[in-house]
C-alpha cells in the first residue's frame, strides 16, 4: 500500500522560506512522478510542481515558477518542495501526489493522481 507523509509546514512571515518533505512508502519511488498540490480554505486544490521519476523533468504552476523548487532523492524515497519569497496567497494545506502509472507526463490535475498524504499546513503571515 502506496503511504505519502508530509512534513515540514509551519508559520513563516512573508518573504520567508520553508521546505516541505514528503516521505514515500509501499512501491519502487522511483519510477514515479511526484507532485506538489495545495487547498487554501474556500478553494479548490490546485496543482503546484511535479517532478518526473529521474528528476530529468519539472513542471511548475505560473505562480511559484522563481520562487518555489520541486526536487527529490530517490535514494531516500523523498520529495522535497522548496518555497523562498513566500507570500500570504501562498497559505495552503499543500499536499504530496503520486500517479498509479510509472513514467513521466506532464500531470496537472487532481484525477490524475491515484495517492495522496495527509497534507501540511503553510501559513505565511504578514
Known amino acids: 500500500q502506496v503511504q505519502l507523509v508530509e512534513s515540514g509546514g509551519g508559520l513563516v512571515q512573508a518573504g520567508g522560506s520553508l521546505r516541505l518533505s514528503c516521505v514515500a512508502s509501499g512501491r519502487t519511488f522511483s519510477s514515479y512522478v511526484m507532485g506538489w498540490f495545495r487547498q487554501a480554505p474556500g478553494k479548490e486544490r490546485e496543482f503546484v510542481a511535479a517532478?518526473?521519476?529521474?528528476?530529468?523533468?519539472?513542471d511548475y504552476t505560473d505562480s511559484v515558477k522563481g520562487r518555489f523548487t520541486i526536487s527529490r532523492d530517490n535514494a531516500k524515497n523523498t520529495v522535497y518542495l522548496r518555497m523562498n519569497s513566500l507570500k500570504l496567497v501562498d497559505t495552503a494545506v499543500y499536499y504530496c501526489?503520486?500517479?498509479?502509472?510509472?513514467?513521466?507526463?506532464?500531470?496537472?490535475?487532481?484525477?490524475?493522481?491515484?495517492?495522496w498524504g495527509q497534507g501540511t499546513q503553510v501559513t505565511v503571515s504578514s
Open positions: 517532478i518526473s521519476p529521474a528528476a530529468v523533468y519539472t
Open positions: 501526489a503520486t500517479p498509479a502509472q510509472t513514467g513521466w507526463a506532464r500531470l496537472r490535475r487532481v484525477s490524475e493522481y491515484d495517492y
